[in-house]
């Protein structure tokens, strides 16, 4: 009877271990390896900042971002990655008067100029 309980607690314990984390559950969308402009950035760009930066420039903007050289020249040269970390509302915020991207977008941009401002 001893031995019929000890069995019954071991295979309970055995039984009780499963393998389901939450890594399981969410479906968890990785980053790419190398972020480069025609795979990643060209979409948040165009989706985002061709209302007002398409060329020439309008509604008050000042840079096109239409294509790579722009987008790349605005990273390098017009500190494009500080205008889309800042927050909404803050002076300088791009998107101009809209909401701030969502973060993981912002991390595809740090991303890209950190892998070298690839275009493929
Ligand atoms: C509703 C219009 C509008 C949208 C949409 C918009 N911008 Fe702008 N952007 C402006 C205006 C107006 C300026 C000039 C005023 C200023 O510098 O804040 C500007 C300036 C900039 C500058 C500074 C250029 C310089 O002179 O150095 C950058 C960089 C920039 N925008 C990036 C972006 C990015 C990236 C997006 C999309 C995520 C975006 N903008 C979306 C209107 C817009």
Sequence with gaps: MKNF???V???SIIF???NVSEDDLIDVIEPPLVVTYN???KIIIDNNCLNCHISPPINGANIPLLIFENVKNGVENNNLINRISKQAGESGAM????PRLPQNLI???IQWEADGLLEN
């Design 39 to 41: 795979a990643d950035i």
């Design 5 to 7: 309980i000890l069995f």
């Design 95 to 98: 998107p101009f008067g809209g």
């Design 107 to 109: 991390d595809l941009l």
């Design 9 to 11: 607690f071991t295979v």
């Design 16 to 18: 009780s271990c499963t």
